[in-house]
């Protein structure tokens, strides 16, 4: 796999697209390869999504958390989606969708609850059930009367983990972007109950 990036001087001057595929731990040993202050990220630039901004990829560098810095997937083919559970749909999940505004209003969520809001991690979706998330949803509906919405970015959270680290920006907006959407036509509140 590291043939895929040609080094020269200690600078990555040549990546083949598939270069992607490299997995932290190989990334590790190309970052040893590079002089300290020629650490810097694989792409500069912005990249931008429709209504959810503009993500420069300079503020979101960092020389030791984050020394790869790749841009972000597209939101299409993160592909975030939306489940809503309540007590009247405990285990049928209703599909919900930023600018839906009909499906919303055809759907169990209630803007006088409370609403939880999970998101699963790297290398998890949401269809193929992972347990916890299962777990965590029959349990707040035990104890509570939510709004359970599970978040889905099945697209965007597999390997590298460099790439998935960089997805969840896209993430978190299409987030933002769903919950404001829902304060807007439910005029529900982030204030909890």
């Known amino acids: 796999m590291l043939s895929l990036i040609e080094i ?3 600078k990555v001057i040549k990546s083949d697209p598939r270069a992607h595929l ?3 731990k190989e990334e590790i040993e190309i970052l040893k390869l590079l002089p300290k202050a020629e650490r810097l990220s694989v792409a500069s630039g912005t990249t931008c999504e429709d209504e959810l901004g503009c993500f420069p990829l300079d503020a979101f560098y960092h020389p030791i958390y984050r020394p790869f810095n790749l841009i972000p997937f597209d939101r299409k083919r993160i592909n975030t989606t939306y ?3 309540t007590r009247a749909n405990p ?3 209703q599909i919900l969708k930023a600018h839906d505004s009909v499906a919303l209003r055809k759907s169990y969520f209630n ?3 409370d609403t939880k809001i999970i998101i699963h991690g790297f290398l998890e979706h949401w269809i193929l059930n992972p347990i916890w998330i299962q777990h965590m949803r029959d349990e707040f509906l035990i104890h509570g009367d939510y709004n359970i919405i599970v978040v889905d ?3 965007g959270n597999n390997f590298p983990y460099s790439q998935a680290v960089s997805n969840t920006r896209i993430v978190g907006a299409e987030v933002a972007l769903f919950i404001h959407f829902l304060m807007v036509i439910t005029k529900f509140s982030y204030a909890s109950n």
């Open 8 to 10: 020269k001087n200690g």
């Open 153 to 155: 970015w099945k697209g």
């Open 111 to 113: 803007a006088n609850k």
């Open 22 to 24: 490299l997995v932290q």
């Open 83 to 85: 489940s809503l559970y």
């Open 91 to 93: 285990k049928e999940r």
